[in-house]
């Protein structure tokens, strides 16, 4: 069973930097692409940011320019670098992993709180 784990959440304040890793555990297959999303209390799950297998990127516009997001050193694995941290950005953040069509992975979401 394919596995997500996230990594590197937490209390940083305005204007600060944060990096959050994740992993994949059980599968031999790359992944077709991988993401990070985010909820913040009372408001949907939002897509931020994207990485393809062939490594192009997308990104939400409210991350665009401060966000990055790369792939990791091992297989299956994805880095989102957040930089200039604003306080609309404490949301619990999940990593997603595409596997094939309609066959997709979440992870249990790691908590990022920006303070003002």
């Known amino acids: 069973q394919v596995q997500l784990a996230e990594f590197g959440g937490g209390l940083v304040q305005f204007g600060g930097s944060l990096r959050l890793s994740c992993a994949a555990s059980g599968s031999d297959s790359s992944a077709f692409d991988m993401s990070w999303y985010r909820q913040a209390p009372g408001k949907q799950r939002e897509l931020i940011a994207t990485?393809?297998?062939?490594?192009?990127?997308s990104y939400a516009d409210s991350v665009r320019g401060r966000f990055t997001i790369s792939k990791g050193n091992a297989k299956n694995t994805v880095v989102l670098q957040m930089n200039n941290l604003k306080t609309e950005d404490t949301a619990v953040y999940y990593c997603?992993?595409?596997w094939g069509i309609g066959v997709v992975t979440w992870g249990r979401g790691t908590q990022v709180t920006v303070s003002s």
């Open positions: 990485i393809f297998d062939g490594g192009s990127t």
């Open positions: 997603h992993a595409r």
